[in-house]
């Protein structure tokens, strides 16, 4: 849509407005005519002026007010709703019409609730969907749910606010979580007709069929595609025949798929589908072994079985399903003897194949079927797999993988010996130590609790989930347990007391209050501590701020800059906008004074740094055997390594060069340090100072450049 287009509908549109807001119905219905023009819409995809369209719009939904639409009033809210115009007004419009649309429904003051129309965090998407759902609403209605599969409607109470469905049993849900948790099939659509019918016919060889039973849910299209999988898989559809639906090319016979013939089983009977080992696909296995399904007493179809599995092993997408269904084989012993050998011919599979993916889906299996899906991997890839992926597990089920490995008392160290292996490799995490806060006592572990360089690197550490709860909880241990801090110190070994009271005091791990409340009772536990907590700084004296000429004069220059240009040009902005006297000027107006807002607190803490901060030229600093700002020190690693850091001012960081802050983390811990001091870094590496000397004579006069 050309500019010339936009610009001509944006006048017609003002116009239009204008005379709506005025009660000029044949203006209103014009207005409604434009909404729908396919041009139109389309040049609502630039933001600017979908936000210039629905401030115009406003107007004619003030004029209308919260009453009872009619006629074109009706179909002017509900395109706005469709065209997903949001402001506090449209809502309350929206809410007006849901109120009179379901005016039959007995809880309207629920139904809005449940809708969410006066949730500022609720998407006006979320809201339109709702009201789609609540369209289709009825006795009846088939829905679909991720955990419980396809359902009908049975019972609507209004004035309880609940929804009756009933799918493999009786539930009972609130509206809102109704809304929340369901995908609700169209009346009269393809999916519904097919659901109704319980076959598939001739339609189902059409091409684009598939996107047709897709589109008949009220989701996401994601939600679409998979939900629509998951039905035609359950009822109507082996794998085969899905992937022949989605190509385009399935073939039926008599009305029904074709079933594709097990390995090794051409010319078999026809299968029974009411046996669980003869399902069509595991999503189908998963459903049959949730009612409770039974080892058939004879004739197990392990060919069709593997067929299934196979299938889903490859595939990413269906990991989930594949754990849920394994571990249920093995939890109700459904293969018997052949479960070993049947698992470890799915080895490959791409669950067991990617250890992040394994690990991530065990997390997330139900607690009931973590035993059995763990036995079910040892057995498809060995104790040693196991145990390389239980350290990456949350805590909570390295218990399950010890009692597995205790059966056999060849392999029942295996788990403790991979944990030392990682505390004397460094790379551990907070699931390491609970393992070895709860493990026997031994000479190790009291090795390895000790380090609290070690600790605190790991409480550094960014994690999520349920990792994030294991850090809180060894957090707090550290905090407020005394018998872990006591074993932090070895029981009052003198240097591990001096160590974690330097990484009490100098780590940015802890708070202040967090820190003093610590130091306090190491005193308390072992009062040989108070030499080293009350230990002053290394820093002879306070650092004033400063920083190079170079900096200052930059951040000078950025306040000129701000003073005499841009804030004028603010200003002129906001001129311009309050003088365009049209409907559009609300948005220009609001961005112009937010930018104002943002100006003056730029200006602000430029003028507050300058005013604090003295610019000095680094060149004429002293450099003697301890390390200052402005100066250039070398530490060596206890592996070896050699690395060189130049020491500046507050706004002087570069940290790719190596060049920082003294008032950086890295920074505090070097001022003052001396030749041939062992340092704790806050990386958790120790290091000695083995040069210190001044900075180069290209870098001072980089620093010095813009001096003049």
């Given amino acids: 849509m050309s500019e010339n287009i936009v610009e001509e509908h944006d006048f017609e549109l003002d116009s239009l407005c204008c005379a709506a807001a005025e009660f000029d119905e044949k203006a209103l219905q014009n207005l409604v005519l434009l909404m729908k023009d396919p041009a139109w819409r389309k040049a609502l995809s630039k ?17 209308l007010g919260l009453e009872r639409y009619v006629g074109a009033g009706n179909e002017f809210v509900s ?16 809410a007006s019409l849901a109120k009179q649309v379901f005016a039959s429904y007995g809880n309207p003051a629920g139904l809005a609730e449940a809708i969410g129309f006066r949730e500022p965090d609720c998407e006006i998407s ?20 991720a955990a419980f599969g396809l359902g009908k409607v049975s019972h609507i109470d209004g004035l309880a606010n609940e929804i009756a469905l009933q799918s493999d049993r ?9 809304f929340d948790s369901q995908l609700m099939v169209k009346n009269a659509s393809p999916l519904h007709n097919l659901l109704q019918r319980d076959k598939l016919d001739e339609k189902a060889e059409q091409p684009g069929y598939l996107a047709e039973l897709q589109e008949s849910l009220l989701a996401q299209p994601k939600q679409q595609q998979e939900a629509a999988r998951k039905i035609l898989l359950a009822r109507f559809l082996s794998e085969e025949d899905y992937e022949a639906l989605a190509a385009g090319r399935l073939s039926l016979e008599k009305g029904e798929p074709q079933d594709a013939e097990p390995e090794g089983q051409s010319g078999a009977p026809p299968r029974d589908l009411r046996r669980w080992d003869q399902s069509r696909n595991l999503d189908e296995l998963l459903e049959r072994l949730k009612d409770g399904a039974k080892a058939p007493s004879d004739d197990l179809n392990l060919a069709n079985l593997r067929q299934i599995f196979r299938f889903a092993a490859v595939r990413i997408e269906q990991a989930e399903t594949f754990a849920n269904a394994s571990a249920m084989l093995y939890k109700e012993n459904l293969l018997g003897e052949h479960f070993a050998a049947f698992v470890q011919e799915l080895g490959g599979a791409g669950l067991w194949s990617d250890e992040e993916l394994f690990v991530e889906q065990t997390d997330k299996l139900a607690l009931k079927l973590i035993p059995a899906w763990l036995a079910a991997t040892q057995l498809a890839k060995g104790s040693q797999y196991l145990v390389d992926a239980a350290v990456k597990l949350p805590y909570r089920l390295w218990t399950h993988i010890e009692k597995l490995l205790a059966k056999n008392p060849e392999e029942k160290d295996l788990l403790a010996e991979r944990v030392f292996a990682d505390f004397a490799a460094g790379k551990v995490s907070a699931e390491h130590y609970f393992w070895l806060w709860k493990a026997p006592k031994s000479e190790r572990r009291s090795e390895y ?9 790991t409480l ?3 994690v999520k989930g349920n990792y994030l709860r294991s850090k809180r909880n060894l957090m707090k241990l550290l905090i407020d347990d005394e018998k872990f801090q006591r074993q932090i110190m070895n029981m009052g070994d003198p240097y591990a007391i001096r160590t974690l009271v330097r990484c009490v005091k100098h780590q940015p791990l802890l708070d202040k209050s967090e820190r003093q409340s610590l130091l306090v009772k190491i005193v308390r536990h072992y009062p040989q501590a108070i ?3 009350e230990e002053k700084s290394r820093s002879r004296k306070t650092i004033a701020n400063i920083t190079s000429l170079r900096s200052y004069a930059e951040a000078k220059a950025q306040l000129e800059e701000l003073i005499n240009v841009l804030m004028p040009e603010n200003v002129a902005a906001i001129e311009q906008a309050r003088s365009h006297g049209d409907l559009r000027e609300n948005s220009e107006f609001k961005y112009a004074k937010e930018r104002q807002a943002f100006l003056a607190s730029q200006r602000a803490e430029l003028e507050e740094k300058l005013q604090a901060t003295k610019a000095i030229d680094f060149a004429e600093v002293k450099v003697e055997n301890q390390v200052v700002p402005g100066c250039q020190v070398s530490l060596k690693y206890a592996s070896g390594r050699l690395e060189t850091f130049k ?45 210190i000397k001044a900075l180069p004579q290209e870098l001072l006069q980089w620093l010095n450049n813009s001096a003049s």
């Fill in 460 to 462: 550094h550490q960014d």
């Fill in 449 to 457: 609790l000790a380090n609290s360089y070690l600790l605190f690197k």
């Fill in 531 to 533: 030499g080293e907590v």
């Fill in 79 to 94: 395109l706005a709703l469709e065209l997903g115009f949001d402001t506090p007004l449209f809502r309350e419009c929206y």
């Fill in 170 to 178: 009786k539930r009972s849900l609130r509206l809102r979580s109704f």
């Fill in 126 to 145: 979320t809201i339109r969907l709702r009201l789609q759902m609540m369209g289709e609403l009825k006795v009846g209605a088939f829905c679909y749910d």
């Fill in 647 to 691: 020491l500046l001012g507050l706004f002087d960081s570069k940290p790719e060069d190596n060049i920082i802050a003294y008032d950086s983390p890295l920074g505090k811990t070097l001022v003052g340090a001396s030749l041939n001091d062992e340092l704790q870094l806050p990386s958790g590496d120790n290091a000695v100072v083995c040069e």
């Fill in 47 to 63: 933001r600017k002026h979908f936000l210039e369209c629905q401030s115009s719009l406003e107007l004619v939904a003030e004029s």
